[in-house]
């Protein structure tokens, strides 16, 4: 199943990160990792990224809020990460997960309880934004 994530930075530098719940038969238990989930059969990656933010925050958003970041393989599915833009004091309520956090990606990469995959994600987040938005100011 391909999965959708979600970075969601704040206006004050730090990104929103979701504690997953501590439970053996969910992947990465007890580990931070970006607010997403799996695709449904049929779904639009960007439909399953908004699905996934109001199941998991209690939050509704236009597709417009959302843009890809990229879609990354690896040996069985694509992941697609989308990134957004919020307010610091925009209201988020977990629903899924054991705990809400706001991290700079500097300290997230330090945390021992990270996915393998979003530490290197934001080792190179950096570098693939900056590409990405010269590239839409190339074709401007």
């Known amino acids: 199943m391909d999965y959708t994530g979600i970075i969601i930075q704040r206006e004050d530098g730090k990104k929103v990160f979701q504690l997953r719940d501590n439970k053996a038969s969910i992947a990465n238990p007890n580990k931070w990792a970006l607010f997403g989930g799996g695709i ?3 779904e639009e990656p960007l439909h ?8 998991e925050l209690k939050i509704d958003i236009k597709k417009e809020e959302l843009t890809l970041l990229g879609v990354f393989h690896d040996f069985k599915k694509k992941n697609y990460i989308f990134i957004m833009s919020i307010k610091n004091n925009r209201r988020l309520q977990l629903q899924e997960g054991a705990a809400i956090g706001y991290f700079t990606s500097a ?3 330090w945390k021992k309880q990270v996915v393998f995959s979003l530490r290197l994600l934001l080792l190179v987040y950096p570098l693939i934004y900056y590409v990405k938005k010269e590239r839409i100011k190339i074709k401007v």
């Open 48 to 55: 399953a990224a908004i699905r996934e933010l109001k199941e």
């Open 107 to 109: 300290e997230m990469i």
């Open 40 to 42: 449904n059969k049929q």
